[in-house]
């Protein structure tokens, strides 16, 4: 069969699947397998996929961007994804017992995919704008590489897309291979993972099935040590990949994943005392499927059909239940050589009950189309435009336009500003929630404003890259959960959200045993609550400013990684944002006797610092813990 046949094939079905979906959909973050070659730490010429849905070049893409490669993750023996992502510039990690947030350059409201694949819940919940429990995703070890994009993204994203997106993608299967990880530390925690996968021809697998127990966990403060009550997690996951070649261009790939937590979640109230505990049980579920058909893979203009199912339900103080399911279409065109088009249609519908919380089956129904192009007008300059709108039953219609230039000065040296419209439509719990306590508000109008960034990528040696980026963002109508004098929490539209600040990182290949990277990030952000006061200092701000520091040593079968983050700005007498600060350290040391087997151990706050790891109620963070581990491949 002729190549055009053949595309015209793909074409065909991918078409005829639309018909049967009935709703052409669109587009989602062409994730993903793109880019197979492992990029060094310091490879700014590496090429990701998720800032513009189709393969660019780092230094040809205007945005903000982060990469955790999988050579990062089993260096540092990652775990989780919050593990992994907090040790970017730029991003904090909010735990409150088994769930956690994660929050891009002061904004809670993030995208989170998996190959290109939207994970966020429309529930939503009450603690802020955070609408994604990034706990219950799954293992790592099937990972090729994290993108992390920082800045408004509405374009490509719609909702939610405000701080940025964070899309997992998964590896493709080139040999069989079966790994065993286990691993036993303190507070009496026991890991096991196990992973295979393999081929028969076009069809390749990938097996997943992981365990992990902890009985409690210990925490310090005033001084002391102290064991905390009721921190107990239960976790257990499984991931199952198929995926059909259709020649080399084309493929089919069904994913499932199943998440369950069990755990406590405790809570400090006040961080003068430790005897007032609330600690209600959380058994969450998660049972995700997806379907896509790929085509045109090996192109720049990649095509994909996607068909998703995310089943969800939290059990903690009432029974929450919500299924996002739709359809995504993308599809790309190379009109010119410099020039690559990328549109889609995306068609989502979510349905959320919280019987405990007066409301059942709520539905919230998303229809959206977008375009973006890409255009190298000069030999140094590209200029990406796109539109997005987005119809969303309860929050109506939005547009959502962008425009961005890059200046690529050589092979060293980038330059890149992006503006763009973002908004975040109300969640279900702010609409519906119902309890004597909290009561939602079905006046709320979406949050919407503009985000903007300027930035800077530079190679000064072959071992030596410096990136500098600065944002703001404007939006108004922002919602935040008040508190009005007869104890009543409820949703509210602010007058205005303003913020503003910047990332700097340095890298550096100092021998071919060292390495070293340094980051620091400030973010400002003032709210008018709309009562005459004006603007205000945001004291919900998890990391106003954050430093991090990454030491790094390979030699031979031996590697070690020591990691410091350092987060100021946070008062552990109001919990709030102030002038305290806290320095955390985590070493990990590995060593390799074969090819098949590594042995390791952590050391996670090695110096057992007393810190918080939530703004508004006094959570503690986890205190020092040793953990031992090893990985086998079969």
Partial sequence: MSKTKTNNTHRLIAMGLAAVCLTPALPQAEAAETAEAEPTAQDLGEVVVTAEKHPTQRLDTPEN????????????????????????????ITRMGGTDFVTLNGDQRVVVLVDGVRQNNDQGGSTGRYSMNINMLPSLKNVARIEIIKGGASALYGSDAVGGVINIITKKVYAPATTLSMSTGSWKTHAYELTTQGNAGDLQWQVGAAMDRRGYFAYKYGGDTH????????????????????GASASLQLAVQHKRIQADQYTCLGDTSMANLYSPHLDALANNISLSYRFREDSVAPGRLTYFNNYQTQMFGGRFQTRLQGFDYQDGWQIAPQQTLVAGAE??????????????????????????????????????????????????????????LNYRADDATQLYASWGRVFKSPTADDLYYSTPYMHGNQDLRPESGWTASLGLNHSMSAGTSLSVNLFTSRLHDAIRWFMDGSSLWSPENLNLEDKHGLELTVKHQASPFWSFDAGYSYTHIEVDKGDGAGKQLDLTNRQPNGYR????????????????????????????????RYLLWDLNVSYAPTDDLTIYAKALNLTNQHYPVYNSRYYPGDGRCFLLGMQYNF
């Fill in 347 to 404: 068609w989502h519908q979510s349905s959320s009950s919280n019987r405990d919380s007066g409301y059942h089956d709520a539905q919230i129904t998303t229809q959206a189309f977008y375009v973006q192009d890409t255009w190298k007008f000069a030999p140094k300059w590209n200029f990406v435009p796109g539109l997005r709108v987005d119809h969303h039953s309860k929050a109506g219609t939005h547009w959502s336009p962008k425009a961005a």
């Fill in 65 to 92: 961007i982060s990469v955790i490669t999988a050579k990062e993750i089993a260096d540092n023996h990652y775990q989780t994804l919050a593990e992994a992502a907090e040790h970017v510039n730029g991003v904090a």
């Fill in 549 to 580: 520091l990454g030491v790094h040593y390979k030699a031979g079968a031996w590697k070690a990684n020591l990691l410091g983050l350092s987060g100021t700005g946070l008062s552990t007498e109001a919990n709030r944002y102030a002038d305290s």
């Fill in 227 to 246: 064991r905390m009550a009721h921190s107990d997690h239960n976790n257990e996951a499984l991931d199952l990949n198929l995926r059909q070649q259709f």
